[in-house]
């Protein structure tokens, strides 16, 4: 049984001596418990054990602070001056940055216990947490945004030697050791004060385990089933292969995030402070400001069995908004499961990734709908607030046609679901399209294979050079060659009028392209060489049109966009072999470059560093890019991303790439566009 302390008292992990008074406590005491089971040395399952605890931990952390930052007021229709309206969007990006952040810690976890051969437990204990599920220090609990929501959150994040209190409500009314000192075959929890002091212990457990049985049979996990972080726009989580990444895992989750030292300026806890300075300053000129809306504190979805501390959701719009919003988190916790169950050789892994991440982004807008909208008569003056209900089997499905089929299946209900509501508010609106667009592409990327195929006719193979819907496409018509040019992805690079200069005639009234003024193989090159695909061309001398490049290639212009090559499918239309796309953030044709980075001063470098670039055994076919809402582009297919000067900066399966100019790790996202407030179409 464990044993219960007063308040006040510290208690022990399971290297420490209970203290005597508090041993009377126990029905067993230590010293008996030792006699009857001697001291064993850390095993897998007792890793695996602790590294599902650590999982479940990021993985609360993570939900509490978006539901924090999803209660917070913006704009003058919610009772904001201008001045506050940017300061709370400006604590929101914070906290979404924090809370990304976390969700990096959570692939970091995961990615260990695959190494060790382990599933990823990717579900945890519905809010809120019972006594004795972490230690008695950390309570975790849905709360909106307050003066004492944020203390608790410094609280959870501070150093081991930080003096920092809890905020008002969270303390937790007594103190209790959930382990036994005793050596147990069982897998047991341990206590700890902080979480930084519980990865110290995971990292020195984890380096005992792999100095008794060797890096190789202590690391036996595939590490093709772990997901990569730079895909997720998680640069920091990455694969763990070996006893030093796992370590190097462990340390940049400390110094991100729980248990940063004092004074690392960029932590979660220093971060926290900032906002908690922001906000006291605020408080002392309009002492009376409300940041956030009422939300319920643990609001539940169904009469509870015990109401203490809990709010039952009654009003019928916001059970409707928050069920939705739930659902779609729970089919995002199984999509996670099923994309460890897939190797990085199957394209399903990059599309149920990218699959994961939008239905984050589709529930954001319900849950923020939820915490406006009242909870019921019951609860008077209170609002609603996303629940996040875990499944009770959110473990993958046997990746398969069944598996695909439940998907498809459920974006399709929450669709129709979604589009029944969008007429309640702009944030519902908002849920019902990005939904939409989710079934739309599962479709594409997930299909339900056919008994009978198509006729070959029917099935385009690749996109076609020139899209029908292409804007604004001047048509030039020679003898042998039909050119095809499309002002609006002009990036002025002059490839044209200095390589084919009686072709392109600049600046002249009256038609500017004439084709039969040069051999046609030579201007095939010359259009070849137009990096932003506005010059393309059909071939009407029988000869084959413009082919996909042998190689995908992303390079990164200096101080410029990213020149994309392959058989591009960009936000779902076939756009060519060739484009170039805005990676400043300033464009006002996004995703494509409009040259506006000039006028911006954007400053990127064209040489970013190498990372991993191991050889991709197959380097073409279709590449797909999707510029996310707000946010970076995401791309999906093999790819080689280039300097300027050709080198190998990163050979990818899928990447999460930056358009808002604000990364820190150019040309892959890492999250900044959330802190900056980027927007786009």
């Not at 303390?171 to 206590?191: I, K, Q, S, W």
């Not at 997720?232 to 989750?253: H, K, N, S, Y």
């Not at 110094?255 to 979660?268: D, I, R, V």
């Not at 490839?495 to 500017?512: D, E, I, M, R, S």
Request: overall charge neutral; glycine content about 8%; proline content about 8%.
């Amino acid at each position: 049984m464990g044993a219960f302390y007063p308040q006040g008292v510290r208690y022990p992990n399971n290297q420490t001596v209970l203290e005597k008074g508090v041993r009377k406590l126990c029905r067993v005491t230590i010293d008996e418990a030792y006699r009857y089971a001697p001291p064993m040395p850390v095993n897998r399952e007792q890793l695996l054990h602790s590294l599902y605890e650590a999982a479940e931990l990021e993985h609360n952390l993570m939900c509490t602070y978006l539901y924090a930052a999803w209660s917070l007021k913006s704009g003058a229709e919610e009772g904001l001056t201008p001045q506050q309206d940017a300061l709370l969007a400006q604590w929101k990006n914070e906290i979404l940055g924090v809370a990304i952040e976390e969700m990096s810690h959570l692939v970091s976890v995961w990615n260990i216990t695959v190494a060790l051969g382990g599933a990823p437990r990717i579900g945890r204990f519905n809010f809120p947490l019972e006594p004795g599920a972490l230690p008695a220090s950390i309570v975790v609990r849905l709360a909106p945004f307050s003066r004492e929501t944020l203390q608790h959150f410094i609280y959870l994040e501070r150093p081991a030697d930080s003096a920092e209190l809890d905020g008002d409500g969270f303390v937790a009314p007594y103190h209790f050791a959930r382990g036994n000192l005793a050596a147990r075959h069982t897998p047991m929890p341990e206590d700890y004060a902080t979480v930084g002091v519980f990865y110290e212990s995971l990292k020195t457990n984890l380096t005992g385990f792999v100095a008794s049985l060797g890096e190789e049979r202590a690391l036996a996990g595939d590490p093709a089933l772990q997901m990569s972080g730079p895909g997720l726009g998680l640069p920091q989580a990455r694969r763990v292969l070996c006893a030093r990444t796992a370590m190097e895992a462990f340390d940049a989750i400390v110094t991100q995030g729980e248990g940063a030292a004092q004074g690392c300026n960029n932590s979660h806890y220093s971060r926290f402070q900032r906002i908690r300075t922001s906000f006291d300053e605020l408080l002392r000129s309009e002492p009376d400001f409300k940041p956030a809306f009422p939300a319920a504190t643990n609001p539940v979805l169904r009469a509870p069995t015990r109401p203490e501390g809990r709010v039952w959701i009654e009003d019928a719009q916001a059970a409707a908004t928050v069920d939705l919003a739930n659902a779609a988190y729970g089919l995002m916790l199984r999509v996670l499961a099923y994309v460890y169950a897939v190797p990085a050789s199957d394209a399903r892994k990059n599309v149920l990734t990218q699959l994961a991440i939008g239905l984050m982004r589709a529930m954001s807008p319900l849950a923020e709908a939820a915490a406006r909208l009242p909870a019921g008569p019951s609860n008077p003056g209170c609002n609603a607030g996303m629940s996040f209900t875990a499944l009770r089997d959110s473990a993958a499905l046997p990746p398969g046609l069944a598996a695909d089929r439940l998907i498809r299946e459920r974006l399709h209900e929450f669709a129709e679901g979604a589009a029944s509501m969008s007429a309640w508010s702009p944030r519902h609106a908002r849920a019902a399209a990005a939904f939409a667009k989710l079934a739309r592409d599962c479709d594409t990327q997930l299909p339900e294979p056919h008994a009978v195929a198509a006729p070959p006719a029917a099935v385009p193979t690749a996109p076609q050079p020139v899209a029908a819907a292409a804007p604004a496409v001047e048509v030039a018509a020679g003898r042998d060659i039909e050119i095809h040019f499309t002002g609006l992805r002009c990036i002025h690079s002059r490839q044209c009028v200095t390589g084919a200069p009686t072709v392109f005639l600049a600046n002249v009234k009256g038609p500017w392209i004439h084709p039969d003024t040069m051999p046609v193989e030579a201007l095939v090159e010359v259009a070849h060489a137009c990096p932003s695909g506005a010059i393309r061309y059909r071939r009407l001398d029988g000869h084959a049109d413009e082919q996909a490049p042998p190689v995908n290639l992303a390079s990164t212009r200096e101080a410029g966009p990213l020149a994309v090559r392959g058989e591009l499918l960009i936000d779902g239309e076939p756009a060519g072999y060739r484009a170039t796309l805005c990676r400043c953030g300033a464009s006002k044709h996004k995703p494509y470059c409009d040259g506006a980075h000039k006028e911006a001063g954007f400053g990127a470098s064209g040489e970013p560093p190498s990372g991993m670039a191991d050889m991709l055994p197959v380097r073409n076919g279709p590449l797909r890019v999707d510029p996310e809402h707000n946010g970076p582009l995401v791309v999906s297919g093999n790819l080689e991303i280039v300097s300027g000067t050709g080198r190998v900066v990163s050979r990818v399966t899928a990447a999460r790439l930056c358009r808002c100019g604000a990364s820190q790790n150019k040309p892959f996202c890492d999250g900044t566009h959330e802190r900056v407030g980027f927007r786009s179409d």
